[in-house]
């Protein structure tokens, strides 16, 4: 147990270093396997950082306490989803592009550290520039992924790009149809949706 949070700790400690675009937190983790899957805490933790963004609207609706923590883990689980399905993309990819030596769990952790940004997601509930913040966080992660991609992979780059491109609009769609899939579910469990309201 000591090992799993000294792991995610240190995955967390890389995540920062890619999103500042350094070469080193990818070629790490890429050599480092079991980082990688710790490396899935960052999207969770962005999650539920997109989420406590909006937690003056869960207190103006007196949202009780477990409420509140399953509406964050929900959020946190929709990334996680979107990271997953994002890393089963890519690797079917690079299979007919035959680059297969990347594993499943590499990708996946590349993935998860270059949602790095998203940490960031707590903010983009600012009445001004929220919206305008949310779209550069978008921007920022997705060439923070590309980049991690082309240190793990390693060209060719329209590869590159094809599993970064590709990936983004399959995790994008997890992200925006994600509460409405589960709306049913949200409503007997009358939890918060990711979007901020109640249901």
Known sequence: MLSLFSDIAQALGLAIDAALLKRAAFAYLASHPSIALAALAVPLIAGASEMLGKAYVLAAQKVGHWRLIASLALTGLVYLLGVVIWGISAHFLLGLGSHLAVSETVLAGTIALGYAPRLLSVLT??????????????????????????????????????????????????????GRMSEPLLRRLRLVTPGGGHV
């Open 125 to 178: 509930v600012a009445p001004y520039y929220g919206e305008f913040l949310d779209r550069a966080l978008d921007a920022w992660t997705f060439v923070c992924i590309g980049w991690g991609f082309w240190v793990v992979i390693g060209g060719p780059i329209i590869l590159v790009i094809l599993c970064a491109g590709a990936g983004w609009l399959v995790s994008a769609g997890v992200r925006h149809f994600g």
